[in-house]
């Protein structure tokens, strides 16, 4: 029996051994240079650089031929220019690279991070992911979120309403501002972070900014909302930035091959300065006229321009949207107040020194503000002043195209040819088509496919 013993504790010992063993032979079999997780410190440039780059890039430009700043004249651009949007090319590839690239990752630096406890990255993860859903329900209305972004486990994502879009933008937002709150002692962003070295103040006041952004989109919804727009626009700016120093902005020209994106539609000549944009620039007198586009010969170009060189920042939200957001707010909300114009004023005048990077002679900016941003009139009058100081300021960004869907400003004449099956009136669009991999494969897409003269839920009569 005692034999028996001997041998069982014996071999009792032994599988202890090579479990010991095999557990240590695991962990040493671990390649650290191979890591089944992206740290978030990684992902973060990464992202700031992907959702920057889609903002710079082919939504911006067909949002912008809609807007009648550039002209299409080569390539798929000249289809845009007819309001062909072609569900295969230019959109699909603006939804797919917003979904496969800076919102997938996004998540996945945010649940990186909470699992780390490293907030101020959850945080600035929230504040790109609300802009990223932003700009997607801007460009296509209702668009999937809630059960997107899982890979193979939800393959057909439903299309979430765009009220609850909003709703979720202005819950991200909240919870962004909440995690750039904490105090912890773990991991915190400093020179992986491209924009603001880690500056959680400045990522805050970014928060507030696109708060005050998104409820603006909603002022043709006032009335069944339970809030009102513009007063939520005005509580957000009271925290957002005070000044263009701390515009969210994107710096390109690190490298030869890090370039801003606008610059290749503008070298290949797909675009070309739009003639009703710069006559209106003549016709004011604006600076900003030689700084957005050169003249070669009495013919426009948008090439090496502030906005088009390969160095170019990308503008994401700026001080000066802010104060013409503040100013269509206040006139919302009181047509007399002064302090619309107070804010016009200051929005021109931040423009103005941003894009000519302060070198402007101040008594030409006074004299251009005197004579363009003055309110008189009635409500309509004031408005179309602040939208037409906006659109020239907002150059380049989609969100002219929101506020022209919103509010009629400013007044433009439809290009030619643009009546046909997709786009039937021939009006400007007011959306994108939905692109050609979601209507084949996405088995929750809508019944109906909307033509681009559909109105989304924030642009109805």
């Known amino acids: ?46 992202n700031e650089e992907s959702v920057a780059r889609l903002m710079g890039g082919t939504g911006q430009v067909m949002a912008g031929i809609f807007m009648q700043y550039y002209e299409g004249v080569d390539n798929h651009p000249r289809q845009v220019q007819l309001y062909v949007v072609n569900e295969a090319l230019y959109v699909d590839w603006d939804w797919n690279d917003y979904y496969d690239g800076p919102m997938i990752n996004l998540k996945k630096m945010i649940e990186v991070a909470h699992r780390n406890n490293a907030f101020h990255y959850a945080g600035i993860g929230k504040v790109l992911m609300a802009m990223c859903l932003g700009n997607v329900t801007s460009l296509w209305g209702d668009v999937p979120y809630s059960e997107a ?28 501002i909440s995690d750039l709150n904490q105090t912890y002692t773990g991991q915190k962003p400093s020179m992986d972070d491209i924009i603001f070295n880690g500056d959680v103040n400045k990522w805050k006041q970014v928060a507030y900014a696109l708060k005050a952004r998104y409820y603006i989109h909603l002022t043709k919804r006032n009335g069944s909302l339970g809030f009102n727009p513009s007063e939520k626009a005005l509580e957000a700016i009271a925290n957002a930035m005070s000044s263009s120093n701390n515009d969210l902005q994107f710096p390109y020209g690190y490298s030869a091959s890090e370039y801003n ?6 070298r290949l000549d797909y ?19 030689d700084l957005y586009y050169k003249k070669k010969f009495g013919v426009a170009d948008l090439g090496s321009s ?84 906006k659109y020239i300021a907002l150059f380049a960004s989609i969100e002219s195209w929101t506020d022209y869907r919103r509010t009629g400003f400013p007044v433009l004449t439809p290009n030619i040819g643009g009546d046909h099956n997709q786009n039937p009136g021939g009006a400007i ?11 084949l494969y996405n088995k929750s897409f809508p019944s109906t496919l909307p033509t681009l003269q559909d109105r989304f839920w924030w642009d109805q009569e």
Not at 1 to 26: G, Q, T, V
Not at 154 to 170: A, G, H, M, N
Not at 274 to 280: A, E, G, P
């Open 1 to 46: 029996m005692k034999n028996i013993s001997k041998i069982l504790i014996s071999f009792l010992l032994l599988f202890a051994l090579l479990f010991i063993n095999s557990c240590d032979l695991e962990e040493a079999n671990i390649n650290p240079n191979d890591p089944t997780e992206v740290p978030a410190n990684v992902l973060l440039p990464f």
């Open 149 to 176: 972004l899982n890979g193979s486990l939800v393959r057909s994502p439903k299309f979430d309403s765009q009220q609850s879009i909003y709703e979720t933008i202005q819950a991200l937002l909240d919870e962004g």
């Open 271 to 289: 675009i070309i300065p739009n003639s009703s944009f710069t006559s209106l620039l003549s016709a004011l007198n604006d600076p900003r006229k």
């Open 261 to 266: 994106p606008f610059y290749s539609f503008t």
């Open 429 to 439: 669009p007011r959306r994108l088509a939905y692109p050609q991999t979601e209507r």
């Open 306 to 389: 502030y906005f088009t060189s390969t160095n170019s920042p990308v503008h994401m939200i700026t001080y000066h949207e802010l104060k013409f957001i503040e100013a269509e707010a206040r006139l919302r909300l009181n047509e007399n107040d002064p302090l619309a114009q107070t804010a016009l004023q200051e929005g021109v005048r931040a423009s103005l020194n941003k894009i000519s990077n302060g070198t402007l002679d101040p008594a030409v900016i006074n004299a251009y503000i005197n004579t363009n941003a003055v309110l008189t009139g009635d409500f309509s009058s004031k408005l179309s002043k602040i939208i037409r100081q």
